[in-house]
């Protein structure tokens, strides 16, 4: 008895798709970065990205909020990063220009406003600004990291 043949096989490979790389987007002092979401591809239930008026473990100023959302189409500077004891890096920024929301359910960030956010949760919502407009530089036309950033000795 022969044995039947094999049936002749296309072999097309299907792999799921990757999750989406983390953008090679450089959160140095001084460079400009763009929002391109306001949450984690895929997680249409988490919370906005917010920037916070003061870094975790410190206390807020009072009369400020302690969370302002970032809207899409926001441009920041990063002014310093910081590594907090068990929080991770964080990112000091300066808000830019910010795109308009009208009447906004929630309370937004402003131009010129300046801010923290944890590093690992704004790194995959961002975009290099490499040429912004004079609009989109807003509020950091003429700043640099060195003259926003103040250390305290003590």
Known sequence: MESPSPQPTTSVSVSPSPPSPQPSVSLRAGNLILITRSTPEGDAEANPIALRSQP????????????DVIPVGTVLQVLSRQ???????????KVCSTSVTKNPATPTVQAGQIGWIQEDAIAPLVAQETSP???????????????ETKRRSG
Request: glycine letters at 14%; aromatic letters at 6%; proline letters at 11%.
């Open 56 to 67: 975790p473990g410190t206390t807020p100023t009072p009369g400020t909020a302690v969370f």
């Open 133 to 147: 407009t004079a609009v989109q530089l807003g509020k950091c036309t003429n700043t640099t990291p060195s003259t």
């Open 83 to 93: 590594e907090i004891s068990g929080k991770g890096n964080w990112l000091q920024l």
